[in-house]
């Protein structure tokens, strides 16, 4: 399969081949009439701010009249410790479910889905996916850190048609390209802070005009606030290369190392957490992993016509260890169950984008293709009785080999007609899946699954705008997504298990209407109202895995910033802005089981506000006030007493400045503070529960740190 796509990817770079050495050399581009393309590669040393939606074009994709929103982290003081709360403090919709300790993202938008390590979003690195397996077991263990980023990217529902079909939209981590202009720079950051925080992030970058790089080293480590077992460790290394081979033409290649550990001191009872919330269940449960990836790209063309094609493979190993008996805050076994991953990768992404003529008007095509393969054997062991200290275990449970293959073709048109701007868009994907058990002893040797489902599912999606000045515009979109079982919900393991014959897909309708832009230097604002259609949700009941209802998640999203300072006194360095990010959001289950109806999905809050205030001096310092709130809400469908997770309100207080600047050398060496204090007012709170019981959020934290740049 992954040789015939990359046969289908080497059309167009034939083609565009032909394009790029006829043109001759003396023609200027035809960039008339051509929309303003975002930066799409910026060095660390840049800072530019750019807005907080996505322009109509980017390199070789078309955001025209989607909901977009773009995460500037040079708009912000230095947000340290991956703290997911304020890199979304302009983002309204993306709700952050908090660990006790920094391990997992976990993360989902309008109420689609559990949180619980992303499963409902598109997770990418620069436009590859880093989730384990992406329909499969669309989890994600591993994030980029953040001063590795110059921004996060996030495309809404369906619109994300671009990147693949999950319901809730794709978040992109944007990294920084390298700076070129010496053959070394380089900057270390170190960082310390409450429950041990260690933190040290170091990069090394430089190059020429035909070649760059950029390294970086990780480590975080801390005891986060629980008694026990709340220990967390870190490391990760990672290499960029740009090769520009001529004047139209680009080779990137990368290589990253990531290994993490983690313990997991357990949920809690609501009792036991108001008695002490900082107890801990579980002294011997922890999650390992060790990633290991590697990419090739060929970049061709220009802003006319381009051409991009990108390999990749990775290989990652997930561990853990799980004590039995495991109930809602409450633990009787003394075993271990030794479970672990494996995941094999291969992937490949091909995109074209050709700039045309249609009459007196200049119109995008964009075509591509993405395959991916992955094989995933997975074991579990047990320890014998007793042994809560093993890392292996003698007896084997289960093993089984699972196999996941993706291939998928799109291609957009966004066509200029004055003021309007009409973007039809269609998607069609196949997705494989197999299981092949090879030990399970909860089940009879004749009950072992070996079988596989495949399915092929047209998608599409239309998108229209109207500039109503030259700085604003009306934006609307209908799309359409779709949920497929994972490997879990179509194969179960347990020995009682069943899953229903006719189990379908999830299918999912976003549609949009809003109005966004920039009307002055000083303010930029997004406004608009959505209605999200999702059928055949999965759940489980009793011992059957099946489709078990519809919800409809609607409301309004608004957000935006005005820079007070240059209101009153025109564009300067100086910056006081005020921005605030609101959701409302009404969700309910309309059809399905009576066990859901009428209730509100899991992890819906009705009220969802962030707002703060920035002020700085550009390239000297910033000082960030932010505040957060969630109304109440459920962390399940069914809306169980157990799991329902009250309102709560977090402020956090963030800064950084340049103490010591020393430009006339030549060097540009500089030295940057850092400090900031998480959950300021010390609220008490937990925004996370699942099967085993609360866990609560970190209380008032605080750090300090230094970041040295030469």
């Not at 953040?146 to 048609?161: N, Q, T």
């Not at 799109?410 to 003021?419: H, I, K, Q, S, V």
């Not at 930029?524 to 895995?545: E, K, L, M, P, Q």
């Not at 998640?553 to 990010?581: C, E, I, T």
Request: charged share 20%.
């Amino acid at each position: 399969m992954l040789s015939r796509a990359l046969l289908a990817g080497l059309v167009p770079c034939v083609s565009l081949n032909v394009f790029a050495q006829a043109r001759p050399e003396d023609t200027p581009p035809a960039t008339d009439d051509l929309d303003a393309v975002v930066v799409v590669g910026e060095t660390i040393s840049e800072q530019k701010i750019q807005d907080p939606f996505l322009p109509p074009v980017v390199g070789t994709s078309i955001y025209a009249g989607k909901k977009t929103s773009v995460m500037d982290f040079d708009s912000l003081p230095q947000i340290n410790t991956d703290n997911y709360r304020q890199a979304f403090s302009k983002t309204p919709g993306l709700l952050v479910s908090e660990l006790s300790n920094n391990s997992l993202l976990s993360l989902n938008y309008r109420g689609i889905g559990d949180p619980h390590e992303s499963q409902n979003l598109m997770v990418l690195k620069n436009g590859i996916p880093f989730v384990l397996d992406p329909l499969g077991y669309s989890t994600v263990y591993f994030a980029p850190p953040f001063e590795s980023l110059d921004r996060l990217e996030f495309v809404s529902g369906g619109a994300a048609l671009l990147y693949g079909a999950q319901p809730s939209g794709a978040l992109n981590y944007i990294t920084h390209e390298p700076d070129r202009s010496r053959l070394l720079k380089g900057s270390t950051q170190t960082i310390v802070g409450s429950f041990d925080l260690q933190s040290v992030f170091t990069t090394l970058q430089g190059g020429n005009e035909k070649f760059g790089y950029i390294l970086n080293y990780d480590h975080r480590s801390g005891d986060a606030f629980r008694t026990s077992n709340s220990d967390f460790e870190l490391n990760g290394v990672d290499l960029s290369l740009v090769f520009d081979i001529a004047e139209r033409q680009r080779l990137t290649a990368s290589i990253e190392y990531y290994e993490s550990d983690h313990g997991e001191p357990g949920g809690l009872t609501l009792a036991n957490y108001r008695a002490n919330r900082e107890q801990n269940l579980l002294n011997h449960d922890r999650v390992r992993l060790d990633r290991v990836f590697g990419s090739i790209g060929y970049e061709l063309g220009d802003e006319n016509a381009k051409w991009n094609t990108r390999v990749w493979a990775s290989d990652v190993v997930r561990y853990s260890k799980r004590q039995t008996g495991q109930g809602f805050g409450t633990v009787t076994g003394n075993q271990l169950d030794i479970n672990q991953h494996t995941y094999y990768t291969l992937g490949l992404d091909s995109r074209m984008l050709l700039n045309y003529d249609l009459g007196e008007n200049k119109n995008t095509f964009t075509l591509g293709m993405t395959a991916i393969n992955v094989r995933s054997p997975i074991f579990t062991e047990r320890t014998n009785a007793n042994d809560l200290f093993s890392d292996r275990g003698p007896n084997l449970r289960y093993d089984a080999e699972r196999e996941s293959n993706i291939a998928a073709l799109f291609a957009e048109n966004l066509f200029r007609l004055g003021r309007f701007t009409i973007t039809p868009s269609v998607r069609l994907e196949y997705n494989e899946q197999s299981m092949d058990e090879e030990v399970n002893i909860s089940k009879p040797s004749a009950n072992l699954i070996d079988e596989s489902r495949d399915e092929v599912v047209p998608l599409g999606g239309l998108a229209v705008t109207y500039d109503v000045t030259d700085g604003t515009e009306i934006y609307a979109n209908l799309s359409s997504a779709y949920k497929p079982p994972t490997y879990g919900d179509a194969f179960p393991a347990g020995g009682a298990d069943t899953y229903s014959d006719n189990l379908e897909a999830g299918q999912v309708v976003n549609t949009e209407l809003g109005y966004r832009g920039k009307p002055k230097e000083w303010a930029t604002f997004d406004a608009s109202i959505f209605h999200i259609d999702y059928d055949n949700r999965f759940g489980r009941v009793g011992i059957n895995f099946q489709n078990v209802g519809r919800s409809v998640n609607q409301g309004v999203s608004l957000s935006g910033d005005v820079d007070f300072y240059d209101l009153y006194h025109g564009k300067s360095a100086f910056d006081v802005s005020w921005y605030v990010a609101y959701q409302y959001l009404d969700a309910e289950f309309k059809d399905g089981l009576p066990a859901v109806v009428n209730r509100t999905p899991q992890y819906a809050p009705e009220h969802m506000l962030r707002t703060g205030l920035i002020v700085q001096q550009q390239k000297e310092w910033k000082v960030a006030a932010m505040l957060t709130y969630l109304a109440d809400h459920f962390a399940d469908d069914g809306n169980s007493a157990n799991f329902a997770i009250p309102a709560y309100t977090v402020v956090d207080l963030t800064a950084e400045a340049k103490i010591l600047s020393n430009s006339g050398d030549g060097t540009g060496t500089e030295l940057w503070a850092l400090c900031g204090i998480n959950n300021l007012l010390d609220e008490e709170y937990f925004s996370r529960v699942r099967g085993n019981g609360i866990d609560p959020a970190v209380g008032r934290n605080f750090y300090v740190g230094l970041r040295a740049e030469f």
